[in-house]
């Protein structure tokens, strides 16, 4: 009886330890508190502010700095689409050109036919050449690129070219 008295007794004695330094934290946390500073730091004399205080307006700013850096992405996007698309039309006009420019008898107006086939925003951009050799026609469609970037007015040409067989 006598060991499970001592053991009894120690575990009551850890107990009290604990509860008083339990008991000792928490006061210096509610002290802490109320000087408006952390546990165990010193006190800075102002009461702290709620967390959506201290952080109010912080997001506007970050969007603010990235603002600039999100409008170069999405111009060099848009550029990049309308670089593509004046290729694809520059594909099409070749081959529109190409075959009118392949029957004998309407031979002279392939461009203007290679125009009809593209967008009018890439036809007036447009120049076409014609070429080959005895039994097959070759055209070129030379589209310039448009620019979306202010100041900026050459993004090059885009070119394209179709072959097709005399008739």
């Known amino acids: 009886m006598s060991g499970t008295r001592t053991v009894r007794r120690a575990v009551r004695t ?39 205080e201290r952080e109010r307006g912080a997001s506007s700013l970050e969007l603010a700095g990235m603002l600039p850096l999100l409008l170069l ?12 698309y004046a290729v694809q039309q520059a594909g099409t006009g070749a081959r529109a050109a190409a075959r009118i420019a392949s029957r004998d008898d309407f031979s002279d107006d392939y461009a203007a036919s290679g125009r009809a086939a593209m967008s009018q925003w890439t036809a007036s951009r447009s120049k076409f050449s014609l070429g080959g050799a005895e039994d097959e026609v070759k ?29």
């Open 14 to 52: 850890v107990r009290a330890v604990c509860s008083v330094r339990t008991a000792r934290a928490a006061g210096a946390v509610r002290s802490a508190r109320a000087a408006g500073t952390r546990a165990g730091e010193p006190g800075r004399g102002a009461p702290r502010k709620r967390p959506g």
């Open 73 to 84: 992405v999405a111009m060099a996007a848009i550029q990049l689409g309308v670089a593509g």
């Open 139 to 167: 055209v070129t469609t030379k589209v310039t690129i448009p620019s979306v970037v202010p100041g900026v007015d050459d993004f090059g040409d885009a070119s394209r070219s179709a072959t097709m067989p005399r008739d």
